[in-house]
């Protein structure tokens, strides 16, 4: 077997790899033999075949089999062994001559490989890159505070509506005709629920400012709600019969609830933070500010890794790369999309593809290996971030194992975690090398810089 390499302009790579029948034959026959002794062919008994019709009958599929996957081997090895940055899978190429499996001995294949761009992106102590430190004032741990007490409140029956309070009704609904009376076989509705200061449109929200217990408003809900969705949900039916239903209806108010927060006492502090855990709302704030530290810092060191992405894209500078074979490449992976898609994404894939080679010398210029506890630590610091997101602060590291455990079981989620993982340590070891410019700035401040990213 031959294999031989030409990359004259470094960035399109044509490879040649030629079989000769010692190279595959043994390998062939091995499994010919293999065939002859599983062969259920009528007329003879298993393993009595003749080899000869076993070979008429399976020896060119079986020479195909072999010779494609010895093909594979030794193409990926040859580029393994010569450290050849193979961009995508190898394409034929226009260059390939028609092979004849049936009669042929001596097979050439050629192949179109896209490689890498040589560069260098390294950071070094002269490099300086901005790090943000986002500051945790009163107005932020206020906000916690608040949205704990909202998780944690409850609602009181009260006689009279009052707008300021976001009141919540609920009555019966029903339908009127033309004249105003109750509508025969109209639609009725027993304890719907209505919050009037979500009614978008003025003049009806307007029509439940006096509302009381036992109060009768007439208004119109198509007129109020104009999401079909919206109108259905409150009707209770389809939405192509809320869409047919535009005359009024009458609301008779049953209950008037107000929402009332939780007071910052010892039984709010437990169920954020379990059982005594914070004896004081001194406490209380401190521990808030250390969790949103904590948060915020995920953020902020996310955004360290973004600024170290532009820095080092605008320091490699323009890279050049084999345009036409990658666009044959994008074209067999996304069949289905046709060309076009290939065009419109192209730009946008090349400038991922530039951060992905760059990454990848950061990773290996400062050695980051993960492990499978790297991965099951991301696992659980997911799970940890999104249960806070709904006040659960206190759950046991039992469950955010189980939980975690869940998460790895699906392939999707692994590919997400093990680039997480490798970012955290890459993240941790940038931060040592290079001079950090520290920078304060409000959550608010913050925020608008990312969205402008």
């Keep these: 077997m031959n294999i031989s390499f030409e990359n004259p302009d470094k960035i399109n790579g044509l490879m040649t790899m030629t079989f000769e029948k010692e190279d595959y034959q043994t390998e062939v026959d091995k499994t010919l033999k293999d065939y002859r002794k599983k062969a259920n062919i009528p007329g003879f008994r298993p393993g009595q075949v003749p080899m000869g019709l076993v070979k008429r009958q399976f020896g060119t599929s079986v020479k195909v089999d072999v010779i494609n996957k010895m093909l594979g081997e030794k193409l990926y090895e040859y580029v393994r062994e010569n450290k050849i940055q193979m961009l995508g899978d190898p394409l034929p190429s226009d260059k390939q001559k028609e092979l004849d499996f049936e009669k042929g001995e001596t097979f050439e294949f050629v192949f179109d490989?896209?490689?890498?761009?040589?560069?260098?992106?390294?950071?070094?102590?002269?490099?300086?890159?901005?790090?943000?430190?986002?500051?945790?004032?009163?107005?932020?741990?206020?906000?916690?505070?608040?949205?704990?007490?909202?998780r944690a409140g409850h609602y009181d029956k009260v006689e009279k509506y009052d707008a300021a309070q976001n009141d919540m009704l609920k009555g019966d609904l029903r339908e009127l005709d033309a004249d105003g009376s109750t509508k025969e076989g109209g639609i009725t509705v027993e304890g719907a629920v209505i919050m009037p200061e979500y009614i978008k449109v003025d003049e009806q929200k307007a029509l439940f400012n006096d509302a009381a217990l036992g109060s009768i408003i007439t208004f119109n809900p198509r007129k109020a709600y104009e999401s079909d969705t919206e109108l259905a949900a409150l009707l209770k039916v389809e939405k192509d019969v809320a869409?047919?239903?535009?005359?009024?209806?009458?609301?008779?108010?049953?209950e008037v609830s107000r929402f009332v927060k939780s007071e910052i006492n010892q039984e709010l502090f437990d169920s954020v933070y379990g059982k005594d855990t914070v004896k004081d709302e001194a406490e209380f704030r401190g521990k808030i500010a250390e969790g949103i530290k904590a948060q915020l810092a995920t953020d902020t060191d996310y955004k360290f890794l973004l600024d170290?992405?532009?820095?080092l894209e605008n320091k490699a500078g323009e890279l050049q790369f084999p345009d036409a074979l990658l666009k044959r490449i994008m074209l067999n992976n996304n069949k289905d999309k046709g060309e076009k898609f290939v065009e419109d994404n192209y730009e946008a894939s090349v400038k991922e593809l530039k951060w992905h080679l760059i990454k990848?010398?950061?990773?290996?210029?400062?050695?980051?290996?993960?492990?499978?506890?790297?991965?099951?630590?991301?696992?659980?610091?997911?799970?940890?971030?999104?249960f806070a997101q709904y006040g659960m602060s206190n759950v046991p590291e039992e469950?955010?194992?189980?939980?975690a455990t869940e998460m790895l079981k699906d392939r999707k989620n692994v590919d997400s975690l093990v680039d997480r993982a490798i970012d955290i340590k890459l993240i941790g070891a940038l931060k040592n090398v290079v001079k950090l410019n520290?920078?304060?700035?409000?959550?608010?401040?913050?925020?608008?810089?990312?969205?402008e990213k």
Excluded: G, W
């Design 113 to 150: 490989i896209a490689v890498a761009p040589e560069f260098k992106a390294d950071l070094t102590a002269d490099d300086s890159i901005d790090y943000y430190d986002i500051d945790v004032d009163d107005e932020l741990v206020n906000r916690q505070i608040e949205m704990f007490q909202s």
């Design 243 to 254: 869409a047919a239903a535009t005359t009024d209806f009458t609301y008779q108010v049953t």
């Design 308 to 311: 170290v992405r532009a820095y």
């Design 360 to 386: 990848e010398q950061l990773v290996a210029a400062n050695q980051i290996k993960i492990d499978d506890n790297d991965i099951k630590n991301v696992a659980k610091e997911t799970a940890r971030i999104q």
């Design 399 to 403: 469950y955010l194992d189980n939980y």
């Design 438 to 451: 520290n920078k304060q700035v409000s959550l608010d401040d913050f925020n608008k810089m990312m969205q």
